[in-house]
């Protein structure tokens, strides 16, 4: 077996090899093909410094790698990880990484990202034994809106990403890589303000076909603002998926639960600076 990158091998042949490793998975995978082309160029994915574990010619495994210059660090982050099952227990993760990080470092990457779910305790163990520590702790929630009050009228703004990506917006070091500023943009996903007096008290970005709710913050210190904010949530989607809170954001996780969303999974963010 041997490992090489990924830049000249057909996208099919990465998404079924994805989609078969990810098959009965801690939590379901979406099966749209292009689903996967719009989140990854959104990840800013590069499938030449992505790579994968060939036997022969047959893609058994993979890291597939977005890369950007995050904090001071040009990072690659793995935004996808998986074997198929056959070829589990041979180390293929670490083998990939040993042949990826030298490649990466002559490329100039400065450090290496990932999640993984706190229960995959055999990825996490794996990853710390390639040189990654935990950095961040997150948490992911679902759920509807109905015990969001719903009496107070709320104005919203809908601007282009043009103008949300000029914005001083807060917790940005907070986000996870998938919902940073730099990474929320598509035809899918829509930004809000909402405001009070015609002032932005709050803000968020949503995918108002299935939801996700990538960015939500407040702009100023009202007693009210969260319940105003997800007030103006709950106009555009009733029903909303939340992928890593980082669990350091007390309050926004404090709404979350008194709204009664439910916490569904709980993820780590690992790095390794190379």
């Known amino acids: 077996m041997v490992v090489r990158s990924l830049e000249k091998v057909a996208f099919k042949s990465i998404i079924d090899c994805f989609l078969i490793s990810f098959k009965n998975y801690f939590v379901e995978m979406p099966t749209d093909v292009e689903y996967y082309k719009e989140r990854w160029d959104n990840a800013k994915v590069r499938l030449e410094l992505s ?4 036997d022969d010619e047959k893609l058994v495994g993979f890291i597939i790698n977005g890369i950007d210059k995050r904090n001071g660090d040009i990072i690659a982050f793995n935004t996808g990880t998986g074997v198929i099952p056959e070829y589990r227990g041979k180390k293929i993760v670490k083998s ?3 042949y990826a990080l030298k490649d990466l470092k002559q490329n100039g990457i400065t450090k290496c990202a990932l999640e993984v779910i706190k229960e995959n305790v055999i990825a996490i163990k794996s990853y710390e034994s390639i040189g990654f520590k935990k950095s961040k702790d997150y948490k992911c929630f679902k759920g509807k809106l109905d015990n969001v009050e719903d009496k107070t009228v709320i104005e919203l703004n809908e601007i282009d990403y043009t103008l949300f990506d ?5 917790n940005q070091e907070y986000y996870s890589w998938d919902n940073h500023k730099k990474s929320v943009r598509g035809v899918n996903y829509r930004y809000f303000q909402v405001l009070k007096d015609e002032v932005p008290e709050s803000y968020f970005v949503i995918n108002p076909i299935n939801g996700y709710l990538a960015q939500f913050d407040l702009l100023s210190n009202n007693e009210l603002g969260w319940n105003h904010l997800f007030l103006g949530i709950k106009n555009i989607c009733k029903s909303i998926k939340i992928n890593n809170v980082d669990a ?11 709204i009664g969303v439910e916490n569904i999974i ?9």
């Open 96 to 98: 990939i990484y040993e």
């Open 266 to 274: 709980d993820q780590y963010e690992m790095e390794l600076t190379i």
């Open 166 to 170: 000029t914005m001083n917006l807060p």
């Open 248 to 258: 350091r954001l007390v309050d926004k996780i404090s709404y979350l639960n008194s």
């Open 51 to 54: 790579y994968g574990m060939f």
